[in-house]
């Protein structure tokens, strides 16, 4: 199932960037893969207005617009209500609507915290551990097994009094439901009738779909409705067999909706329609997840026999011309190695052409990923007009330095007693970060869940400018790996100590290999990232992690030459006042697209044609901000991609 997530109390409309869905895995034929999963999406409405509104639930009523740099990157119903839209300019806004609260989401401390909270809550339903995120407001769940379990409880003969039981040790709890009938909106959408039950002697697996899909349907509904009593948050869901139907079918009854794709998911010789194909069939391939704004160019010129006229006007970056997975999949000759012909070359992930042959007929093996304690990697980078002295790098350097320490302590770290949550982050104006003090100012014990072996530093130069005075647009990253310092794990030591230490140490000299000439490098961004992850043992494993923490204590007395002592003093003023507040242009948990080899340095290009092979990589690549961008791969929350691809086709 899939899930996408908005808060509640407002009249949600249609315009929103997070959906809730479930999704059944692969239960059709000629999906080759019979084990029937249950996959639901969910997606929650209107996440970032929604992280404000559940914070100051006055907001509600009042048109609310989050900001970043100079556009609104969303906004709530009551603001679209009065004209507002996402992409738009903070200036038009304000003309057309004076009144509305602008709200600055620079900093996503506050999304991340909401979602991973969120996250957890739907978790807790979950026994096969398979729920993965997908950005900030999007969960799928691979209910396969709860559903299985129902289905065996169920008595044919009275279906209409039936118990949906979520958890196989407590027979008291769960919900009492109707399993004759679905739960909420159907594609296609069906006439309110009750549907005869099957008689038990004839359930083979064809019978099985449709009633599958209807206990998929009911647990939906509680989930969302617990959602919302609980937290506060509305939900749309979208249930089907694997993720990218339900990804989709969860698209349709939004806010606070969800619907069930119904069968029949194949032909057979008693139907000679699959709702699977009439429902992908209406889709522009643009919408399909994974086929990026470049690859569905390119395979709607070769539908048109000519290049695809392109609107950049249009604000949702769309082309004047649908070109349906209809028009795909019947176009003369159209076939897994007629796409792969069209698509391939480097940096293309092997069979693209067999991946998209599948989602244009509905089939999807992509599994649900389980819960990962731990992200591949943490990096956070900000982008710049031009950075060109050392001067201004060093200043940098130390504010992502600082995010990312802290970054690692919220994400690496838990409380020593191992069942509390990981590190809740201070609230955001608030002093210098350090680490959770007690009343009697001892610090309160943490330790490293995991620790990163391999600290990168990442810049994008621009190319110079050509004998013309235009420019080569380059999106080309290059990077210096190098061995983390062990220093950056100490949780006594202050933040802003611990961050210009490694600057010294470890990420200026990386610079320097990088850019050995002494200015002039004209660097449009910069990246810092904490790679490699060695998760620390628990009881189970082999010591190694918790001896690293046993080992930081007992050098408390070594670290005290250098260690600040934490007092109550107010921030000093001579970094232009900025030191607690550091607003972060992109904060990203990912994961490499592609291996780097070795852990020297890396050069990593990225080919013009990049097929966004990681759409479902969701707990890995860019997990917390975005997607990666099929063109340059930057990590773009997924409410900017579409202007971040309107930039690639406008003139430089």
């Known amino acids: 199932m899939h899930i996408r997530e908005h808060t509640h109390g407002t009249n949600h409309n249609h315009n929103h960037h997070h959906h809730h869905h479930h999704h059944h895995d692969n239960d059709n034929n000629n999906n080759n893969n019979n084990n029937h999963a249950d996959a639901k999406r969910q997606d929650y409405d209107c996440f970032y207005a929604s992280v404000f509104e559940a914070a100051d639930p006055a907001l509600k009523s009042l048109p609310l617009a989050v900001q970043q740099k100079q556009i609104i990157v969303t906004c709530n119903y009551e603001a679209r209500r009065r004209g507002l839209y996402k992409l738009q300019l903070i200036r038009d806004a304000k003309k057309k609507c004076p009144d509305v609260i602008i709200v600055v989401g620079e900093d996503l401390t506050r999304f991340r915290n909401a979602s991973k909270e969120l996250y957890h809550f739907l978790q807790a339903f979950c026994w096969s551990r398979k729920v993965e995120r997908l950005g900030f407001d999007e969960v799928f769940l691979d209910v396969t097994d709860m559903v299985e379990y129902n289905l065996q409880l169920l008595n044919h003969h009275d279906l209409i009094r039936s118990f949906f039981h979520l958890d196989r040790n407590d027979p008291t709890n769960g919900f009492a439901y109707d399993a004759s009938n679905l739960s909420g909106p159907t594609f296609p959408v069906a006439p309110h009738t009750a549907s005869s039950p099957p008689p038990p002697t004839e359930i083979g697996a064809s019978h099985l779909l449709p009633l599958r899909l209807r206990l998929g349907s009911h647990l939906a509904q509680h989930m969302r409705h617990q959602l919302e009593e609980h937290k506060g948050y509305t939900a749309t869901v979208g249930i089907s067999t694997n993720k990218l139907l339900s990804k989709l079918v969860g698209n349709l009854n939004k806010p606070k909706g969800q619907t069930t794709l119904v069968p029949p998911y194949a032909v057979t010789t008693d139907c000679e329609e699959s709702n699977v194909t009439t429902f992908i069939d209406g889709h522009d391939i643009g919408k ?105 790098i060093r200043k940098e350097l130390t504010m992502l330095a600082s995010s990312l320490i802290k970054r690692m302590q919220l994400d690496l770290t838990e409380a020593d007693d191992d069942d509390d949550p990981p590190m809740k982050e201070e609230k955001e104006e608030e002093a210098p970060a350090t680490i959770t003090v007690t009343e009697d100012r001892t610090p309160a014990m943490r330790r490293w869940i995991a620790h990163p072996r391999t600290l990168r530093l990442t810049t994008r130069p621009r190319p110079p400018l050509n004998p013309d005075g235009s420019r080569t647009r380059s999106f080309n990253r290059i990077s210096r790996s190098c061995p983390m310092p062990i220093f950056v794990f100490s949780l006594t030591e202050r933040v802003d100590a611990l961050a210009e230490k490694l600057v010294n140490d470890a990420l200026i000299p990386a610079f320097r290999k990088l850019h050995p000439e002494k200015s002039g490098w004209n660097l449009s961004l910069v990246n810092v990232g904490a790679t490699n992850m060695a998760e620390a043992a628990t009881d189970s494993k082999d010591g190694a992690g918790r001896d690293i923490g046993r080992m930081f204590r007992r050098q408390t007395d070594v670290l005290k030459e250098w260690k600040i002592e934490d007092r109550d003093v107010a921030p000093s003023e001579d970094e232009d006042g900025s030191r607690s507040t550091v607003s972060l242009k992109s904060v990203e948990v990912e994961e490499q697209e592609y291996p780097h080899h070795g852990s020297g340095a890396t050069l990593r290009s990225t080919p013009d044609g990049a097929i966004d092979d990681t759409a479902w990589d969701s707990e890995e690549d860019a997990s917390d901000f975005g997607e990666a961008c099929s063109i340059c791969r930057a990590v773009i929350p997924p409410f900017a991609m579409v202007a971040h691809e309107r930039f690639h086709t406008m003139p430089d």
């Open 288 to 392: 399909i997840p994974g086929i990026g704004f470049k690859v569905a160019q390119r395979i709607r010129n070769l539908v048109l026999g000519r290049d695809a006229a392109f609107h950049s006007g249009l604000v949702y970056g769309g082309t004047e011309e649908n070109i349906t997975v209809k028009d795909v999949r019947l176009h003369p000759g159209m076939s897994p190695e007629l796409l792969d012909d069209l698509l391939g070359g480097p940096g293309v992930p092997k069979a693209i052409g067999g991946k998209i042959w599948g989602w244009i007929h509905g089939v999807d093996d992509a599994e649900v990923g389980k819960a990962r304690k731990v992200p591949r990697q943490i990096s956070i980078e900000d982008s710049y007009v031009r950075l060109d002295t050392m001067l201004e």
